[in-house]
């Protein structure tokens, strides 16, 4: 088995598993081998789905699963809405965006309304990772600098440049010389009443650190509820001192809200706006187009300037009709449908019925979220020592309940409770019903 990573490893199948496996499922895993050994499969016994509809994922026998994990797939399952839109748009063109047409504008000036006035351009990619590989290479070309800050456990994407500032893929995998890493801001941990300072100190330390190596600081890349560290949004604001030490030392912060973006927080349309700040590049990924490969780097004229004056950048299918189009259909179900107020009311309910478990069942050590972005965290009872084997138990249980969902953060135990924004009040009964009895069958 290739080496370790957290965000990779801590909920995946692993070849010793394969005897376990029906003949059909053993077959199809065993035909996997052609794609090489990188890719990983979640669960002991990995799924095979074949359709999705809302919330609802279908195997090949037809057993229903809820889906309690994916966000890329923002207004839930094969929307008709959104698969209208895509079928319309392909069976007229699709081309790249060396041409006129108007998808690419309508898009780019509805989804710039929604951001701060002071971010008034837009460039589009088809992968986060691209995403936010572009926009490192625009902070170092407006600061003039190379060092690129992180959290611990970050996960920004896996081109060249970016998979060397994601700690989260492990491994052997190297981190960037000239890039610091700074600790979780983990409000379940640290002993501190004000963790937008504490956060700030260590944002100084990793600055004066590149400083005494020669390295000129360029900027801090997170996304505004650490996700991929074991998601942690709250004291809303705690960022605003953060992103003020980031421009003290003339650096730019870029927001990656591949995750925290497109209402999922419930609180607001950003993530970041909950910090009441405005950053000087927001990163977004596929849930803007409903999973389809579009992302986009929104940013600040005059920060984008310095690169583009230099550089000419060209992305053959990025922005494309046929993306553009399910952008589009996606940011106007969110608006028709309310996702921002139906993340909020769902997920305020979802993270209090969690906590409400939490004296029942002393694992539970800590429950925090932001609308429908609930992370729950695993422990051994009685202390707060992450119990990665129990959270696996977990999911698998919740698994053969048809109740489908995952892990994250450096111990591989927070439960990562992220469904597509369309989650409902019934859905949730449906995960708490399944929730209660796993909890109960393994004497937690």
Same mark, same amino acid.
């Given at each position: 088995?290739?080496?370790?990573?957290?965000?990779?490893?801590?909920?995946?199948?692993?070849?010793?598993?394969?005897?376990?496996?029906?003949?059909?499922?053993?077959?199809?895993?065993?035909?996997?081998?052609?794609?090489?050994?990188?890719?990983?499969?979640?669960?002991? *016994?990995?799924?095979?789905? #074949?359709?999705?509809?809302?919330?609802?994922?279908?195997?090949?026998?037809?057993? *229903?699963?809820?889906?309690?994990?994916?966000?890329?797939?923002?207004?839930?399952?094969?929307?008709?809405?959104? #698969?209208?839109?895509?079928?319309?748009?392909?069976?007229?063109?699709?081309?790249?965006?060396?041409?006129?047409?108007?998808?690419?504008?309508?898009?780019?000036?509805?989804?710039?309304?929604?951001?701060? *006035?002071?971010?008034?351009?837009?460039?589009?990619?088809?992968?986060?990772?691209?995403?936010?590989?572009?926009?490192?290479?625009?902070?170092?070309?407006?600061?003039?600098?190379?060092?690129?800050?992180?959290?611990?456990?970050?996960?920004?994407?896996?081109?060249?440049?970016?998979?060397?500032?994601? $700690?989260?893929?492990?491994?052997?995998?190297?981190?960037? !010389?000239?890039?610091?890493?700074?600790?979780?801001?983990?409000?379940?941990?640290?002993?501190?009443?004000?963790?937008?300072?504490?956060?700030?100190?260590?944002?100084?330390?990793?600055?004066?650190?590149?400083?005494?190596?020669?390295?000129?600081?360029?900027?801090?890349?997170?996304?505004?509820?650490?996700?991929?560290?074991?998601?942690?949004?709250?004291?809303?604001?705690?960022?605003?001192?953060?992103?003020?030490?980031?421009?003290?030392?003339?650096?730019?912060?870029?927001?990656?809200?591949?995750? $925290?973006?497109?209402?999922?927080?419930?609180?607001?349309?950003?993530?970041?706006?909950?910090?009441?700040?405005?950053?000087?590049?927001?990163?977004?990924? &596929?849930?803007?187009?409903?999973?389809?490969?579009?992302?986009?780097?929104?940013?600040?004229?005059?920060?984008?300037?310095?690169?583009?004056?230099?550089?000419?950048?060209?992305?053959?299918?990025?922005?494309?009709?046929?993306?553009?189009?399910?952008?589009?259909?996606?940011?106007?179900?969110?608006?028709? *449908?309310?996702?921002?107020?139906?993340?909020?009311?769902?997920?305020?309910?979802?993270?209090?019925?969690?906590?409400?478990?939490?004296?029942?069942?002393?694992? !539970?050590?800590?429950?925090?979220?932001?609308?429908?972005? !609930?992370?729950?965290?695993?422990?051994?009872?009685?202390?707060?020592?992450?119990?990665?084997?129990?959270?696996?138990? !977990?999911?698998?249980?919740?698994?053969?309940?048809?109740?489908?969902?995952?892990?994250?953060?450096?111990?591989?135990?927070?439960?990562?409770?992220?469904?597509?924004? #369309?989650?409902?009040?019934?859905?949730?009964?449906?995960?708490?019903?399944?929730?209660? &009895?796993?909890?109960?069958?393994?004497?937690?």
């Amino acid at each position: 088995m290739p080496t370790s990573s957290t965000i990779m490893d801590a909920n995946s199948f692993r070849p010793e598993m394969m005897d376990s496996l029906d003949e059909a499922t053993r077959t199809l895993v065993k035909r996997r081998e052609i794609l090489g050994p990188s890719y990983r499969l979640f669960y002991q *016994e990995p799924l095979h789905l #074949v359709r999705g509809r809302g919330t609802r994922l279908f195997d090949a026998d037809g057993t *229903e699963y809820l889906d309690v994990y994916n966000n890329v797939v923002s207004v839930g399952h094969c929307h008709p809405r959104v #698969v209208d839109a895509i079928q319309k748009q392909v069976a007229e063109l699709n081309t790249h965006s060396r041409y006129l047409h108007e998808n690419i504008l309508n898009y780019a000036e509805d989804i710039v309304s929604t951001l701060p *006035e002071a971010i008034n351009r837009i460039m589009f990619m088809c992968s986060g990772s691209e995403a936010n590989d572009l926009a490192v290479r625009v902070a170092k070309a407006y600061s003039g600098g190379t060092g690129i800050i992180v959290s611990s456990e970050a996960y920004h994407g896996n081109t060249a440049l970016i998979e060397k500032l994601s $700690p989260a893929l492990g491994g052997d995998q190297p981190m960037a !010389i000239d890039m610091r890493m700074i600790p979780t801001p983990d409000s379940y941990r640290l002993d501190t009443d004000d963790l937008g300072t504490w956060m700030a100190d260590q944002v100084r330390a990793a600055i004066a650190d590149m400083q005494r190596h020669s390295i000129k600081f360029a900027g801090l890349l997170a996304d505004s509820i650490f996700s991929s560290d074991g998601i942690y949004p709250t004291p809303a604001g705690y960022l605003k001192p953060v992103i003020d030490a980031v421009h003290e030392a003339g650096g730019i912060w870029i927001a990656d809200e591949v995750q $925290p973006g497109f209402t999922r927080t419930g609180e607001s349309f950003w993530g970041f706006q909950r910090h009441g700040i405005t950053p000087d590049v927001v990163t977004m990924g &596929k849930p803007m187009a409903n999973g389809m490969p579009c992302s986009g780097m929104a940013v600040r004229a005059e920060v984008l300037d310095a690169f583009a004056q230099k550089t000419p950048y060209f992305n053959t299918f990025a922005g494309n009709p046929v993306s553009m189009a399910a952008a589009q259909a996606t940011l106007n179900v969110m608006r028709d *449908e309310d996702t921002q107020g139906n993340a909020l009311r769902v997920g305020t309910a979802f993270r209090d019925a969690v906590a409400e478990r939490m004296n029942a069942h002393p694992c !539970i050590g800590d429950v925090r979220g932001s609308g429908l972005y !609930i992370g729950a965290e695993i422990v051994a009872p009685g202390t707060k020592t992450p119990d990665h084997a129990t959270a696996i138990a !977990i999911i698998e249980d919740l698994r053969k309940r048809h109740v489908l969902t995952s892990v994250c953060g450096a111990g591989g135990n927070v439960l990562k409770l992220r469904p597509p924004l #369309v989650f409902s009040m019934d859905d949730l009964d449906i995960f708490l019903n399944a929730f209660d &009895k796993t909890l109960t069958s393994l004497h937690l």
